[in-house]
Every structure is written in C-alpha cells, then in structure tokens.
C-alpha cells in the first residue's frame, strides 16, 4: 500500500462509526473545557476536575491505542468504546511512553531557558542549541512513533516500547524514500496542524468551537492513528 492509499483509506476509516466518533468529539470538548475552568477558576476546584481530565486523557489514549493495534493486526472496524477499565489502562501506559520518549527534547528545551534568559535574541550560540532541539524533538517523535508501532504489535507489553536497537533497525531497514513518504504526513498532522486547531478552537466563538471539536479533532485523530497503525501494517514490520 503506498502513501496515497493510505491517506485514503485512513480517511474513509475516519468517517465510519458515527457513534465512537461523536463520543470521541465528546472526549475533546470535555477536556477542552475543563481545562479552561482548571486555567480560570479557584485551586480547590482545579484540584477536583484533574481526576476527571486525567479519565478523559487516558480512554482518549486508550481508544487511538486501540486504532494502531487493530489496523495493525489487519481489522478494518472502528473500535467501540467499551472496556472503560481496559482503556484507562492502555492509555496510562501510551501516556507514560510519550512522556519518556519526550524527556530528552524537554530537558534540552529546560537547559535553554534557565542558562540563556536571551533565547530568542539572535547569535550563533542560540542558534545552534534551538537547532539542537528542533533535531532532539523530531527524532525522539520519529522514533517514538516507531516505539509505539511495535508496541502495539508486541501486544501491548510495555518494555517492548524501549527495545532502542530493534526499533532503530526496523526504521532503517524501511530505507529512505520510504521513511520520508510514510511519516511526513503523520509528521504534519501529530507536529502541526492538531495543535494548530486546537489552539483554534481556544479563540474562537464558543459554538464554533464545539463544532470543531465534535468534528475535525476526532477525524484528525483517528486519522492520524489509522495511518500509523498502516504504517506500521505495510512497511515496519
């Protein structure tokens, strides 16, 4: 399956249960809005609306988790939310894998602000370490998407995440053009244009808002997970 039918085939798999996917929108717009009353409101109320962000964040995690293990193993239908239980589990352990896999770019990015308070003024030495970080962040997202990839084919063990050398040599041996034509899509989507809407939808009218996030948010995302889960599928593993 090359890039083209991909991109197809995840789309048209986006769209295929309404229900997940409406359910999905009301995930979004859950955590959208109690993040903003946790920004806004008194400590006391932010302490108890974490429990039910973090709830929201890990069936979220759990269900896209899901997606990339189906389509890996070959099934075209939309998992239904059930087995909240399972899906809280499943997402603990996705969101604990992007952390670790996010440590060393946060680390370098923490390391710019405290030691140089003049990061965005223009020299030599700033530029070499906000490159530095721009390279850390792409390739700890490029290799944690081939973490996660065979993760979810080992079944979801979770030291399998971290087996470096065997991940690295399954993202070498899909040789270049084919490394640069299965992840520049999921790179733009993951990297740019989620964070872009969802910063969007932080701004503008309240019903416009809720329209995108019942809408274009889940699309995006089981878009996203969808073809990962093919990328996975067809040339890594």
């Known amino acids: 399956m090359n890039t083209k039918e991909t991109i ?9 249960v309404k229900r997940s996917f409406l359910f999905l929108g009301f995930l979004f717009w859950a955590l959208s809005h109690n993040f903003r009353v946790i920004l806004n409101e008194n400590f006391s109320l932010a302490m108890f609306l974490i429990i039910p962000l973090m709830l929201f964040t890990f069936i979220e995690g759990g269900y896209l988790a899901t997606i990339i293990e189906d389509t890996i193993f070959g099934l075209n239908i939309q998992p239904k939310f059930e087995n909240y239980k399972n899906l809280i589990f499943k997402g603990i352990k996705e969101v604990l894998i992007v952390f670790i896999y996010s440590i060393i770019p946060i680390f370098t990015l923490i390391v710019l602000l405290i030691f140089d308070s003049a990061l965005f003024t223009f020299n030599i030495a700033n530029l070499i370490l906000f490159s530095l970080f721009i390279f850390l962040l792409f ?11 065979h993760y979810e084919y080992s079944h979801a063990k979770f030291k399998t995440a971290f087996e470096f050398r065997l991940i690295l040599r399954k993202l070498r ?3 270049v053009n084919r490394f640069i034509t299965s992840f520049s899509m999921l790179t733009l989507i993951l990297v740019f244009i989620i964070p872009i809407t969802t910063g969007i939808t932080e701004e503008v009218h309240p019903i416009i808002s809720i329209i995108m996030e019942f809408t274009i948010l889940p699309f995006l995302a089981i878009f996203s997970s969808r073809l990962l889960g093919l990328i996975g599928k067809h040339h890594f593993i």
């Not at 197809?8 to 295929?16: E, G, L, R, W």
């Not at 390739?139 to 990839?149: E, P, R, T």
Request: hydrophobic share 50%; with cysteine; net charge positive.
């Open 8 to 16: 197809i085939d995840s789309a048209k798999y986006s769209f295929k």
């Open 139 to 149: 390739c700890s997202f490029i290799v944690l998407q081939g973490a996660i990839i």
């Open 173 to 175: 041996s899909m040789g």
